[in-house]
Every structure is written in structure tokens, then in C-alpha cells.
């Protein structure tokens, strides 16, 4: 240990420790401020004299390591950096607002400067004219008013001091080319579900895009949960257009025209709606999956003309089963059954919560399913079986709802039965015969590549089958 | 609104208020197509420079400058150096200068010719200020205050003279007919006062005589109004309406009534007379047809209070 008295040293050690241990750049910062009794001795070629001239014989001032660089107060640092600060600081003089302080007559301004600043000026009558506005006026008599103008209140863009919430809003009526972007909407915060609805729609209608769209009333649409990418998450229900937005955290949404009023909104609580469904109709499908439904039809206009023949084959059906497992316990499931895919959503029960687990709605494209049986019948009660190829739906899993748009883009890759997964269902028997004869003709109609290998494996295990009981 | 709007579209409505920010509109489909936050200080006043260039809003401490022909979200220009509310602003014709008026009892002129105020004028008087208006000769400036005395100030000579037309009362704003016969005055008690004005040839100041005074609203009368061609004049009031009046008989032609409209802070004629705009509490700013009375437009998106407003018509 060594003792040292010489200030100036001590404050060069000091200083020499900070700059090679500090990598926050805070002592620079701080040494900035230096005093000039300090900097005059720092830079002095004589370096710590004695302040009173003590006889301390030490030669050798400086820290052991470091060379006192008298250059240290500034680091080098990188071009990006520089060309950063450069960057903001020209824009920080292009928003720079010029400041006029109110001074007092400066006593050499020129006099005559000042004395023709007051010049009075002649009053001439005007002339009776029609003004801009009031012939803009007469133009717009029968022009209607922007229904969703009343909703231009709760606007969030440019308040001050009033808490707003901003969204990634995308517009689902758009055709799919449009959709790559989401709106920007500010809304402020006290503004309830519909209100943020009618807001989007006033500043949608006021956009180039929304030429072709007929636009509804605010009741109409729905905002539904949606990735970051605009795929809107339809099993979840619309957020309850009575509540204030404040209540929900997404920031991306997208806003969904209605199709089916008593289906999307009261879709929690109260499932008399599929009672409409069940009665047969076909359902609309929603904008995306019309646009796949297309894309289908063309790739297969064979498809199409039986359809024509089996006609209510493909329609759009939903039945009520039970879902059986080995781990689990039945869950009350509704299956949609169309000519392009089968739905398979847990039906909400009232104790929904309390159960240890949920049931996750599938769906499936058409193409993946391999074939469809009943493999016992109760007194009351079937049980059926649906067979997939659980290679596809590996896709759906991952939130691709896109069908297959043909079976050969995907070669069926079934090394062994063990690629085919199934469901089982329970259900009385009336429905159980429905479906199981619906999705089979379905799968005729079809004759999808799932089904072709499923069926040349199937008749492979039986004949070994045979073969070993020949042996 | 960009430059090229302003050559199409040279009608600027600008609005502003309690919730920090000014709005600028499409007045014929009512859209608000610009807001700038404001945010030091809520609004007490708005006008257009005559180029149509700037926005100037009166605040407290402060007259900032927006800029109408870019997308510039910040003021641009700050003037400051008055201690307290700036009530009113106005700019001389030719926006040579800009006037003002405020709390700190002091009307003054700010000299917009060079960028540092060159040639400033300041007129002293015993209370808050409420009002200014220029005599239409742009050599004049009324100033109303809060101890009821109207100032007529000779800005050539300094000279000024004081009228009192109630005791007891605060003026609350002035107006100058365009045609410069006539100038008006409300009161806190929700009169108009009017006289007659002759006009002094050369150096001579202009003359006032009273004209008439009646009940224009049972409250506060907060604004008066000429229309261009001074035939009509609209006063605003705390009684939650604006009315119009024939500017010769001074009988009542309309009443700009809404349920819940709130206190009717401000209004502006189009160009022609035959619209006016008028600025309220309940957070909107509205369009009247001056025959029928009937509200045409309204203007939402304010979250609080509209208390000013500024409108310039194409002619």
C-alpha cells in the first residue's frame, strides 16, 4: 500500500481508472465539467507539481497502466453514430420553431421604417358576390351527409392530455390484394366497441378503397382478434361493441362485416343460433375462404359438376356429437361438414371453466380426410370414426385454414398407416348415419388422395392379415 | 392540407379550444383533414394571416404560428413576452403587422415586416383586455377591457380616447362594420351597444356617436360579429344561442338554437353573408344557413370545449 498526498495525481488516478473501466461514456460526461484549475493542470507540462512544495521524491505521477492521453475527454466513436446525430440534428432545424420575444422600441430603428407602418387605408364598398363556400354548399345540397361522421368525435389522432389507444385495424371487406396493410386508428380511450367500429368506417369511407364497398350501419360489423399479419381470428367472438376499448389490449383487429347476425354475436352464451344452421342452409362463407373455394372450383371442374348432381352433399352442414378419447372426457363438439373442409368446434358449455381442459376448434380440409365409419352401434347411441391424414393437418394446425388447392401439390407421403389419425365421435344414432353418409359421399365425390391411400393401405393390412392366417 | 389543396381549395376553417388542439376542416363535408396539438396552452383565439399562409392562436403567454401550407405539426413562429392570457389577435391587411390584445392590460403590435419586431407598439390600459378590433382604415385599434371602457387607439399619433357605455359592465368584444358605419359592443350582461361612425378625412380620427342599444341575450353576450356586406350582425352568447340581427333596424332575424349546445362562443360569416359558422361548448363547431336558420353542418372531433374560430371564404 502506498500513501500519496499530491491532489493532482490523486485526481489523475481517479481519472484514469474511470475512463478505462467506465463503458457507459456517464464519466466523460461528468469530467466535462471540469474547472479550469483542473484543466490547467492536466494540461501543464509540468505535470502534479506540489501544491506546497513538499519533498516528495515519487517521479513516476502516472497510473501504471495507462498513458495520461490529454485527449481522453472524447472517445472515438462510431461513423453510424456521427451520421445519426447529424441526421437529427438537421431535422431538429427544420422543425425548429423561431422564438419573438416582445422587446421595447429599439431606439435606432429608422423612424420613417416605423412611421409607414401606419398607413390608412380608403374603405371600399364591396361587391355583392357568391362566395366559395356557400356555392360549395349548393353543390353538396344532395349530397349525403358521411353516416359515420358522428363518430368522428372519438378520433384519438393529434389530442393532447386525453389517453388514446392506437390500432392495426385491417378491413376484411377488402378483396385480398388490398389487405396487405393495415389502417392505422387512434380512438381515444373512453370510446366504447362501436364507437371505435363507426370511427373506422367514417375514416375507411373516406379512403380511396371503399369506393366499391357498400357500407352498412355500425350493428353490422364485428371486431375480431387478428395476427399481426391481418389473419383474423374467428374463434374467439367479436369484442361486445358495448364495452369500452379500453378494456381490451390488442392492438391489432380487424373489423368483420357480419354475415350472420345471431351467429357471431351471441356466439358465448346462447347457441340457439345453430338451430338456423341446422336447418339446412347454406352457410356463407366468410370472404377468405370464398376466395379458396374459387381457387378450388377452378382446379377441379369436374368437382363441381357433381356437385351439381349430389347437390346437398357439399352443402354446408352442422351436427351435434360428443368427442370421445382414451385421456379425456367427452366434450360436446358441433361438426361442420362441407364439400371443403369439416369444423370440428367445442360447443361452450355454461361450465366451460371449470373443465381441466378445452377442446381446440380443428378444422379440416376436405382432401385430408381419409374415410369416415360407424364402429358400434348402441341401443341408442353410435359411435363413429373419422379418419385424417394427419400429415395435412399438421398445416391446419399451425393456422393454415387454406384447403389444399389439389391433392397432387401435396403427394400423399404415408410411409405406414401410422401417417392416418382419427377422431371418434359419439352421437344418436339418426345423426351419427347422417354424417358418416354425408362425409362418404362427400369423399366420392372428391376422391381425395388421403382417401385412395388410406383405402390401398387398409386392403395391404388385410391381405397380410390373410396372408398370416394362410401361414 | 398541402399547397396544392390551398390553390384548389382556399376556404380554411380552423377551429380550437379547451382540448389542446386546432382543427382544420373540409367545411362542406365536415371532415376534419388536419389537427395540430397545442399543447402548452388551450386556445383563445384564432385568425388567419391575409395570405393564407399562417394560423396565428392566441394563448396563454404565447401567440403561436402554424404553418397552413405544409403538413408542419409544430408552431412555427413563438411570440412571447406578454406576462399572461393573450384574449385576442388580428393581423392589418396587408400583413404588414399583427395586433393583440391580452390580460396582462397591454394591446400591442407586433411588426411582421422584418423577423425581430423592428417597430413594436404597446398600449397600456387599466385592466385585462378582452377585445381588440381594427377600424377597417387600419390606423385604429378598439380595445374593450374588463372595466367596461372601449379604447380607441390612433396608432399613428398614440392618441386614444375612452368610451363607457355601462358601468359596472365588461366588454366582451367589438366589432367595426366593413362598410365602416357602424360599430358594435357586447356586454356581460348580454347587451349590444352600436354607434355610428364617421370617418375623418386624413389625419382626423373617426367619430363615434351612439346609435342604438338593445338586449341582444339575457346572459353574457360573448361575441359580435358583422356580416361582409354589413347588413347583418350575429352575437353569441352564455344563453346557449347566436342570433342575427338586421344591422339597420336591429330586429331579430334568427336564432341559431341547438338543445344542449352550450355556451356559443364565437361565429364567422362566409364571404357572401349567407352562412355562418359559430363555435361551442359542447365540443363542435357548426354551420347555420343564415335564411333558414337551419344547421347544415357540424364539425366533431373536439373533445372539449370550441371557443374560437377562424374562417377565411374565396371570395
Not at chain 1, 233 to 247: G, N, T
Not at chain 1, 345 to 364: G, I, N, R, Y
Not at chain 2, 2 to 23: P, R, S
Amino acid at each position: 500500500m502506498a500513501l500519496y498526498d499530491n491532489k493532482y495525481w490523486l485526481l489523475s488516478h481517479i481519472r484514469n481508472s474511470f475512463i478505462s473501466t467506465d463503458d457507459t461514456g456517464m464519466c466523460e460526461l461528468v469530467m466535462a465539467g471540469e474547472g479550469k484549475d483542473i484543466k490547467f493542470h492536466l494540461s501543464n507540462m509540468e505535470l502534479y507539481p506540489d501544491p506546497e512544495d513538499s519533498d516528495d521524491e515519487e517521479d513516476d505521477f502516472e497510473s501504471y497502466d495507462l498513458p495520461l492521453d490529454m485527449d481522453f475527454s472524447t472517445r472515438e466513436r462510431s461513423s453510424t453514430k456521427v451520421q445519426l446525430e447529424k441526421l437529427d440534428q438537421a431535422r431538429k432545424k427544420v422543425g425548429r420553431m423561431r422564438h419573438i420575444r416582445w422587446e421595447t422600441r429599439n431606439k435606432n430603428a429608422p423612424d420613417e421604417e416605423c412611421s409607414n407602418m401606419f398607413v390608412k387605408k380608403e374603405v371600399k364598398p364591396k361587391k355583392e358576390h357568391t362566395s366559395k363556400l356557400s356555392a360549395l354548399m349548393k353543390n353538396c345540397l344532395n349530397v349525403p351527409r358521411n353516416p359515420y361522421i358522428e363518430y368522428a368525435k372519438f378520433d384519438g389522432s393529434g389530442q393532447v392530455n386525453v389517453p388514446v389507444k392506437k390500432y392495426k385495424m385491417y378491413i376484411t371487406m377488402l378483396p385480398q390484394h388490398q389487405r396487405n396493410y393495415p389502417m392505422h386508428i387512434s380512438c381515444v380511450a373512453n370510446a366504447k366497441i362501436q364507437d371505435l367500429i363507426g370511427l373506422i368506417l367514417l375514416k375507411f369511407s373516406s379512403t380511396q378503397e371503399a369506393s366499391g364497398i357498400n357500407l352498412k350501419s355500425v350493428s353490422q360489423y364485428g371486431l375480431y382478434i387478428t395476427e399481426e399479419d391481418g389473419e383474423v381470428d374467428r374463434d374467439f367472438p367479436c369484442l361486445d361493441p358495448k364495452e369500452p376499448v379500453s378494456k381490451f389490449g390488442f392492438s391489432t383487429l380487424g373489423l368483420v362485416e357480419h354475415k350472420d347476425v345471431a351467429k357471431t354475436v351471441n356466439f358465448p352464451e346462447d347457441y340457439q343460433s345453430v338451430s338456423i344452421l341446422e336447418s339446412n342452409r347454406t352457410r356463407t362463407l366468410s370472404d377468405k375462404s370464398k376466395a379458396d373455394e374459387n381457387r378450388q372450383m377452378e382446379n377441379d371442374i369436374q368437382a363441381v359438376e357433381e356437385h351439381n348432381k349430389l347437390m346437398e352433399a357439399p352443402l354446408y352442414k352442422s351436427f351435434r356429437a360428443h368427442m370421445l378419447s382414451k385421456v379425456k372426457p367427452k366434450v360436446e363438439v358441433s361438426i361442420g361438414v362441407s364439400g371443403e373442409r369439416i369444423e370440428i368446434d367445442p360447443v361452450p358449455q355454461k361450465s366451460s371453466k371449470l373443465l381441466p381442459f378445452k377442446q381446440k376448434a380443428v378444422s379440416h380440409p376436405i382432401d385430408t380426410i381419409a374415410w369416415c365409419e360407424i364402429t358400434d352401434v348402441k341401443h341408442t347411441r353410435s359411435c363413429f370414426r373419422l379418419v385424417y391424414s394427419a400429415m395435412s393437418s399438421h398445416n391446419v394446425q399451425q393456422g393454415e385454414v387454406s384447403a389444399l388447392s389439389s391433392a397432387s401439390s401435396y403427394p400423399p407421403t404415408l410411409h405406414s398407416s401410422a401417417s392416418f389419425k382419427h377422431y371418434d365421435f359419439e352421437s344418436d344414432n339418426k345423426t351419427a348415419q347422417d354424417i358418416v353418409q354425408k362425409i362418404r359421399l362427400i369423399l366420392e365425390l372428391k376422391s381425395t388422395a388421403s382417401r385412395e391411400k388410406y383405402m390401398a393401405a387398409r386392403e395391404k393390412k388385410t391381405k397380410k392379415k390373410n396372408i398370416n392366417f394362410i401361414k | 392540407m398541402t399547397i396544392e389543396n390551398l390553390d384548389n381549395d382556399q376556404i380554411i376553417l380552423a377551429t380550437g379550444g379547451y382540448d389542446h388542439t386546432i382543427k382544420l376542416w373540409q367545411t362542406h363535408s365536415g371532415i376534419c383533414n388536419r389537427t395540430v396539438q397545442h399543447a402548452d396552452s388551450q386556445v383563445n383565439d384564432l385568425e388567419i394571416t391575409p395570405d393564407r399562409h399562417l394560423l396565428a392562436a392566441a394563448s396563454y403567454q404565447h401567440i403561436y404560428m402554424y404553418d397552413l401550407t405544409s403538413n408542419n405539426p409544430n408552431a412555427i413562429v413563438n411570440y412571447e413576452g406578454t406576462s399572461k392570457n393573450v384574449t385576442s389577435v388580428g393581423f392589418q391587411q396587408d400583413g404588414k403587422w399583427m395586433y393583440s390584445g391580452g390580460e396582462d392590460c397591454r394591446a400591442r403590435i407586433w411588426d411582421l415586416r422584418s423577423r425581430n419586431n423592428q417597430c413594436p407598439k404597446i398600449f397600456e390600459v387599466q385592466s385585462a383586455i378582452n377585445c381588440t378590433c381594427l377600424h377597417p382604415n387600419q390606423v385604429e385599434l378598439f380595445v374593450g377591457d374588463q372595466n367596461g371602457i372601449i379604447y380607441r387607439w390612433d396608432l399613428r399619433t398614440d392618441n386614444n380616447e375612452q368610451l363607457i357605455p355601462e358601468n359596472d359592465a365588461m366588454i366582451l368584444d367589438i366589432d367595426i362594420s366593413p362598410d365602416s358605419n357602424l360599430m358594435a359592443s357586447v356586454n356581460n350582461k348580454g347587451r349590444c351597444y352600436i354607434w355610428s361612425l364617421e370617418t375623418g378625412l386624413g389625419d382626423i380620427a373617426t367619430k363615434l356617436t351612439p346609435r342604438h342599444k338593445f338586449e341582444a341575450h339575457k346572459r353574457h353576450a360573448l361575441k359580435c360579429k358583422f356580416s361582409p356586406d354589413s347588413r347583418l350582425l350575429v352575437t353569441t352568447s352564455a344563453d346557449q344561442t347566436a342570433r342575427i340581427w338586421c344591422s339597420e333596424t336591429f330586429i331579430l332575424l334568427q336564432e341559431l338554437k341547438q338543445e344542449n349546445q352550450r355556451w356559443v362562443w364565437d361565429a364567422a360569416f362566409s364571404g357572401d353573408g349567407q352562412y355562418v359558422f359559430t363555435a361551442s361548448s359542447d365540443g363542435y363547431a357548426k354551420l347555420w344557413n343564415v335564411k333558414t336558420g337551419a344547421m347544415e353542418r357540424d364539425y366533431a372531433s373536439h373533445q372539449k370545449a370550441v371557443v374560437a374560430l377562424a374562417f377565411k371564404d374565396v371570395p
